[in-house]
Structures are given as structure tokens and as C-alpha cells.
């Protein structure tokens, strides 16, 4: 097993350059089993969803290569097989992509249900709500398998969303590049990685206008042709080392990013008090000029404040004097790290979807857990922040979503070390 122990205090200063993105990189990879051609794809994030979805590819018999740190090659022209239902499937969210590609490629999919990070009820009737209205009927094999088929060529249809959902825009999306005729989907979600997807589905040849808007049309064509592409940078992870800096009051410059994505989060960061000085590629923020104050912020789809920054801006929140409420509208059960920030000495009570944040007590350092992807970077700031040696074990979830998180802290500045335990001293705990 392995854990973070950080020893809190540190300042953060200097420079941190961002990865590709996580949720672009878990769809992209997946896209390419819809290509006739292999594919080169560049900026990958080296993190354990990647691995996971190559390896799932690659069990279905694609050609999968890294070729780089951030280079993965894939030639998925061996591809034999319709079903992806090892347990590599049910260890992620995102492998629910593969429906949509594989339907586009053999009309069929059998794929286990998404596992991920737990926020309650995670629904995908959107997605098989799309699949129904292309031609595909679907049945639940044993409660943990979907089998989703049509008895040909998908159709084009005309779908609109019940809820925006990140997920299903991009699966309906998959499905219908191949499709015969023209799909529309209205309420489409806008993020950042929808029009990746696009872009790169577009360069390979296929035929999609609008992502990043609420209606997108997508022209099925035949063929597929490889390129080499390369992955947007992370929003997420730029929006935690800005949250990190602000929570410990330092300075850094955040690289290699698209600033325009993180618009709703810069606009927080200004509202409390920070410095923001926006630049082509990256984003100075400076936390050490005044003291930081208190703020709301309600999560949305994109354009809005991303849910997945709702942890960490949070924990930022906690730092700063004043109360401010955190309103999760995305998720029906987000707050599941607020009993451990807690246990360090924050003052949290949540109400529905409601957080209240009495903030300005000082973190003190506890052994805590990560009991999802953001829940475990928000411990990771708390321990950043707090008194003495804080302890953040499940770090398996963190290691999902962050590439070198514990180098690119420590070039900041911090305290923090991965260091190995035996399941022993973790009952010790219990
Ligand atoms: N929803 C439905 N029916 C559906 C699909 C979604 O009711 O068929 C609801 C969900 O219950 C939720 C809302 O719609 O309340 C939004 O869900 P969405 O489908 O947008 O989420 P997702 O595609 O499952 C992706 C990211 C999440 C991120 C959300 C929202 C990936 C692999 N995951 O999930 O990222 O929180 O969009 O932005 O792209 C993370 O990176 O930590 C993470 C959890």
C-alpha cells in the first residue's frame, strides 16, 4: 500500500507545467477504435486511467504502444471482438465509451457497467436513451454486463438530453460518427473535452459541427483515416495546483494551459482575493499579496464552475476567514471528504446539496483518506495547508487523474513523500 505524508507549511512558489487531460485522454483512446487506420496520439497524461483503457484496448486485440512518456501509438485494426467485460472494464468510469465506439465499429458492444468514483447514483440512461434512438436495443446480461446491438448500420436521429451530461454527449457522439445519415444531440454538454473529441474525430475525416455549443450535428461517414493528434491540457489538474497555491498563499506561474477553460475558476480565484494574470498559454497566480476572503460557488456544466474543482475550492475556502456555501449541483453526493477534512479541524456542515464553510480555523495535520479522485487532492491541499504531518492513504484514486503530482508539489516547494506501508499499520488506524 501506498500513502502521502506531507509535512504542512510550505509556501508553494515557482513554475508547474500541466498534463493532457484526463477526461479527453479516456474518450480519445477509445475514439480510435472507430479509426480504419493507427493512430498517434501526443500530450497523453501518464496516470492509471490511461494504462487502464490501453490495456482494455489492448485486450481486445489493438496494437497499443507507448512510445514516449506522453506518446501512445494504437493500431486498432485487429480489434476482434465486440465485448470489453474483464475487470480492467469495471475499474473505471470512462470505459463506457467503449459502447459508443464499439457500436459505431461492429454495431454490437458488451461491456461491463463503469465502475469510477462513487457520488452516488451515476445513471447512463442518457447515453442508452441515444443508442435507442440510433437503431440499438440493449439488455442488462446478469445485472453487470450491457449488451447494446443493432441489427445494422446505426441511423441518424434526432436526440435531446433530459439532463447535460459530459458522458453521453461524447458516447452519442462516438456511435454516430459511422452512422447513416445525420445525428443532432440538443443539450449537449460544452466541456473543454467535447470539442477535443470532436477535433480529433474531425481530423481522422469525420463530420461534426458545433461541440462546444448545445447542439451538436455529426454526419456519419465511412472512413476513418489515422493521425497524430495531440490531447488538450488538464483543466482540472491546473484548477488544483491554483486551488493549492491559493490555499497556502504562494505564487506560480501554471503552464502549459488553455486559460479560456478556466475561466469560472479564475473569476473565484479574483473574487477571494487572488492575483490572476492570464497569458497565451498559462496563468500566474498570486495568493501572498492580501488576505483571501470568503466566497459562494455554485457548480455547473461548462461554462460554469466544474464540479471537479469543488473539492479543492472548498478546502481553499476553509483557509480563508468568513462563510461561504458551496452549492454541488452536478453530483447528488459530493461531499463525502468532508468528514475527513474535518478530522483536520474545518468546520463543514452539509445540507442536501449545500456545504457551509465556516472558514478561518487553522488545518491541523490527521491521518486521513481519499475517498475519491478530487476529494483526495482536496486532502492533499488541506495537508499542504495544515499543521504538522498529515497522512492521505487510498491514494490509488489520486493516482487516477494526476501525473506526477508528488514531483511537480515538491518543485513548488512542498513537503510531501510517497512512501509504502503494510495493510498492518493501516489497521492500525481502523
Ligand atoms: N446523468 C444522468 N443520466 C445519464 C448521465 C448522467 O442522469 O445518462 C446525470 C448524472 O447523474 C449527473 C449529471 O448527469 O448528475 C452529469 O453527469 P455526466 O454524465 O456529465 O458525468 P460523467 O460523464 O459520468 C464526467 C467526468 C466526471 C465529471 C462529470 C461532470 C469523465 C470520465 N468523467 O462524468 O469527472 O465529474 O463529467 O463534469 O469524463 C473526475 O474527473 O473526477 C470526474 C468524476
Known amino acids: 500500500m501506498e500513502k502521502y505524508v506531507i509535512n504542512g507549511g510550505n509556501v508553494l512558489n515557482g513554475e508547474v507545467s500541466i498534463s493532457g487531460a484526463k477526461n479527453a485522454a479516456v474518450a480519445i483512446i477509445p475514439a480510435v477504435i472507430l479509426c480504419d487506420e493507427p493512430c498517434r496520439i501526443e500530450n497523453i497524461p501518464n496516470i492509471s486511467d490511461v494504462s487502464l483503457i490501453g490495456r482494455i484496448l489492448q485486450e481486445m486485440g489493438a496494437e497499443v504502444k507507448r512510445e514516449n512518456k506522453s506518446t501512445l501509438y494504437i493500431d486498432p485494426r485487429k480489434i476482434n471482438s465486440y465485448c470489453a467485460t474483464t475487470d480492467l472494464v469495471r475499474g473505471m468510469r470512462a470505459s463506457y465509451y467503449l459502447l459508443g465506439a464499439l457500436l459505431g465499429r ?12 462513487n457520488f452516488g447514483a451515476r445513471p447512463i440512461d442518457q447515453h442508452l436513451k441515444g443508442f435507442a434512438a440510433m437503431g440499438a436495443r440493449h439488455e442488462l446480461v446478469n445485472g453487470a454486463i450491457i449488451d447494446v446491438r443493432s441489427e445494422s448500420r446505426l441511423r441518424g436521429n434526432n436526440i435531446y438530453l433530459d439532463v ?4 453521453a454527449t461524447m458516447n452519442i457522439m ?12 440538443e443539450n449537449a454538454a460544452k466541456e473543454p473535452h467535447i470539442v477535443d473529441l470532436a477535433n480529433f474525430l474531425n481530423s481522422m475525416g469525420a463530420q461534426i459541427r458545433g461541440a462546444g455549443t448545445d447542439t451538436i450535428k455529426i454526419r456519419g461517414v465511412d472512413y476513418l483515416h489515422g493521425i497524430t493528434y495531440s490531447i488538450i491540457p488538464d483543466q482540472i489538474e491546473a484548477g488544483t495546483y491554483m486551488c493549492a497555491v491559493a490555499a497556502t498563499r504562494g505564487k506560480v506561474l501554471v503552464k502549459n494551459i488553455t486559460p479560456k477553460h478556466l475561466e469560472s475558476i479564475t473569476a ?16 500566474f497566480v498570486d495568493a501572498s499579496k492580501r488576505p483571501l476572503n470568503r466566497c459562494n460557488v455554485k457548480t455547473m456544466p461548462h461554462p460554469g464552475f466544474p464540479t471537479d474543482c469543488q473539492p479543492q475550492f472548498a478546502t481553499l475556502l ?3 476567514m468568513g462563510t461561504s456555501i458551496i452549492n454541488e449541483n452536478v453530483w447528488d453526493n459530493r ?11 474545518a468546520h463543514i456542515s452539509v445540507e442536501g446539496r449545500l456545504a457551509i464553510i465556516e472558514g478561518g480555523n487553522k488545518l491541523t495535520a490527521a491521518p486521513v483518506k481519499a475517498t475519491d479522485l478530487r476529494a483526495g487532492a482536496a486532502m492533499v491541499i488541506a495537508g499542504l495547508c495544515a499543521e504538522g504531518t498529515t497522512e492521505v492513504t487510498s491514494i490509488q484514486y489520486i493516482e487516477r487523474g494526476y501525473e506526477n503530482l508528488v514531483e511537480k508539489l515538491t518543485a513548488l516547494g512542498a513537503d510531501i513523500k510517497k512512501v509504502y506501508y503494510d495493510e498492518a499499520d493501516r489497521s492500525l488506524r481502523a
Open 164 to 167: 447535460v451530461s459530459v458522458g
Open 268 to 283: 473565484k480565484l479574483r473574487e477571494i482575493g487572488c492575483e490572476i494574470k492570464e497569458y497565451d498559454e498559462a496563468i
Open 174 to 185: 462516438l456511435a454516430a460518427v459511422k452512422a447513416e445519415g445525420q445525428t443532432i444531440i
Open 335 to 345: 461531499y463525502q471528504y468532508v468528514s475527513e477534512l474535518t478530522m483536520m479541524g
Open 318 to 320: 476553509c483557509t480563508v
Open 106 to 117: 461492429c454495431h454490437r458492444a458488451k461491456v461491463c457497467l463503469p465502475g469510477g468514483c
